[in-house]
């Protein structure tokens, strides 16, 4: 599955912006999929997952109760809104695709994960 992220920019701290996560080539709806980031200098990092259902979402505790993690399988398209987005949510923010067997599968780790957006670059001033 090849995996087209967009929605990133520059914002001020306070903020919202809503990341895309558009998906061809196979069956969206068979895959769990992800969010990761990777901010300057550090390893990327795990921020939201989501069954291939919808059902079953999981957030890491630094964006717990400001990200959302939602798709659209109908539009082959996964999303993550960001509120409340401050200086230390600067990153290139990349979603990715698993294959799931079960649709009650979450897969929280990069390496779990078989297919990967090109990133885009969330960058928020203080």
């Known amino acids: 599955v090849q995996l087209q992220a967009s929605g990133g920019g520059l914002v001020q701290a306070g903020d919202s912006l809503k990341l895309s996560c558009a998906a061809s080539g196979r069956t969206f709806s068979l895959y769990a999929m992800g969010w990761f980031r990777q901010a300057p200098g550090k390893e990327r990092e795990f921020v939201a997952a989501i069954t291939r259902g919808g059902a079953t979402t999981n957030y890491a505790d630094s964006v717990k109760g400001r990200f959302t993690i939602s798709r659209d399988n109908g539009k082959n398209t996964a999303y993550l809104q960001m509120n409340s987005l401050k200086p230390e949510d600067t990153a290139l923010y990349y979603c990715?695709?698993?294959?799931?067997?079960?649709?009650?599968?979450?897969?929280?780790?990069?390496?779990?994960?078989?297919?990967w957006g090109q990133g885009t670059l969330v960058t928020v001033s203080s």
């Open positions: 990715a695709a698993a294959p799931a067997r079960l649709p009650f599968m979450l897969v929280l780790t990069a390496k779990d994960y078989d297919f």
